[in-house]
């Protein structure tokens, strides 16, 4: 049994890949602490989880609900956005919802990209979309982000013919894994060049509510004036509420594009538990979750300090994030982030991930994630440190 020809050249996903070598090391009694995946360690807000419990004890609500999330789900984003970017949006024409941002974010591609299309990713960038543009046989073409241009790819350098054969360009703030957020000048070149060139900005914003500096705002896309002719937005509860498990996101914008994206979908799921959709408009609008995010943001906050902290005795430098749950970590020179990362999980216990996985300008940096227990990250860092030392001294 041979798998499809689409299959042939897109690699396994790192951390399903990763999934084997962790359970080896746990057989055999090591505690690996882990410190590589973007997931949230601690719960979503009471008042969410009582909400998803109450509803799916009601006897009408599970069967099948609506396409693309209930009208309540729809709406419950829409008021977001309004609350939160000034944003007013139709909940019937510009606001699809996803079981989780992922499968959006992979379907958008297959909806929209035919063989051959040039699709622009961000380098370094969220793996998943490289890996679409790849299944849908498209040519995948990196825009640096280098801390020199302070992590947004300059538009200005992609070729005239690459442009003009563009299909999509993804865009990511606050960005992962650098944790790099951009302003809505930055926002507004984007938009320029998608209209000079007829391309579609997607823009990934599922970590607009993780805020390390609490003077910072991350802005959406489609606060840019005409943004919405060029441009979808996802986002996310995973990130904002602690709900990665409960796989509930969003695109919203471009009413075309998302048109597009419901025709495939549909096709691909029955949408999801009208319970937790419910509980999720709760996520998005209830007032107490100003001050639960607040709480939560204060938590990563530290823990980013006690990873930056940590640093220098690791041999390795970092900007400090303002945004996001990561610390993008650049490695003592000479060592390939792969080889690091395998070997401090072998011999030292913590998981970490390799800038490469994240694109060609990801090597020679690793990530750190914040969503782990406080005191976890700070044995992790102790073990990395005696680890290190113990590189120093040649063993």
């Not at 009694?29 to 989880?49: K, N, S, T, W």
């Not at 002719?229 to 996101?249: D, I, T």
């Not at 823990?303 to 005795?313: N, Q, S, W, Y």
Request: proline share 9%.
């Amino acid at each position: 049994m041979q798998p499809a020809r689409r299959l042939a050249h897109v690699k396994p996903y790192y951390f399903a890949q990763l999934a084997p070598v962790l359970q080896r090391l746990r057989r055999a009694g090591v505690e690996v602490i882990r410190l590589d995946m973007g997931a949230p360690d601690g719960p979503p807000p009471p008042f969410v989880v009582e909400t998803l419990v109450e509803e799916a004890r009601k006897p009408h609500v599970h069967a099948y609900a609506p396409y693309g999330g209930t009208p309540e789900y729809r709406a419950a984003w829409a008021a977001y956005y309004e609350h939160r970017f000034g944003v007013s949006l139709d909940p019937e024409t510009e606001v699809v919802g996803l079981i989780g941002s992922k499968e959006g974010i992979f379907h958008l591609t297959q909806a929209l990209v035919n063989p051959g299309d040039v699709v622009l990713i961000p380098d370094p960038g969220y793996l998943t979309y490289a890996r679409a543009a790849q299944i849908a046989g498209a040519e995948v073409v990196y825009l640096p982000l280098t801390p020199e241009n302070g992590f947004f790819p300059d538009l200005d350098a992609v070729p005239e013919d690459v442009a003009r054969r563009a299909r999509l360009l993804w865009l990511n703030y606050p960005n992962n894994p650098t944790g790099a957020v951009t302003d809505l000048e930055g926002l507004r070149r984007a938009v320029d060049f998608a209209r000079r060139y007829n391309i579609l900005v997607a823009h990934d914003a599922a970590y607009a509510d993780v805020t390390l500096d609490p003077e910072v705002q991350p802005p959406s896309i489609l606060q840019v004036p005409g943004a919405r002719e060029v441009a979808v937005e996802f986002n996310s509860l995973s990130k904002r509420a602690n709900m990665a498990g409960w796989r509930l996101g969003v695109a919203v914008g471009n009413p075309e594009a998302l048109r597009a994206l419901y025709r495939y979908k549909s096709q691909v799921d029955s949408s999801h538990f009208r319970p937790m959709m419910t509980a999720g408009a709760v996520a998005l609008t209830d007032p107490r979750m100003e001050a639960w995010m607040q709480a939560r943001n204060q938590v990563y906050r530290e823990r980013r300090d006690l990873v930056l902290e940590a640093l220098p005795g690791l041999g390795m430098t970092a900007a400090s994030p303002q945004a996001g749950m990561y610390v993008w970590a650049r490695l003592p020179q000479g060592w390939p982030s792969l080889t690091y990362c395998q070997r401090a999980l072998e011999e030292a216990g913590v998981s970490l991930a390799p800038g490469a996985i994240f694109g060609p300008h990801g090597e020679g940096y690793v990530r750190f994630s914040l969503g782990t227990a406080t005191e976890d990250i700070r044995r992790a860092l102790q073990r990395l440190q005696r680890w290190w030392r113990e590189q120093a001294n040649g063993r």
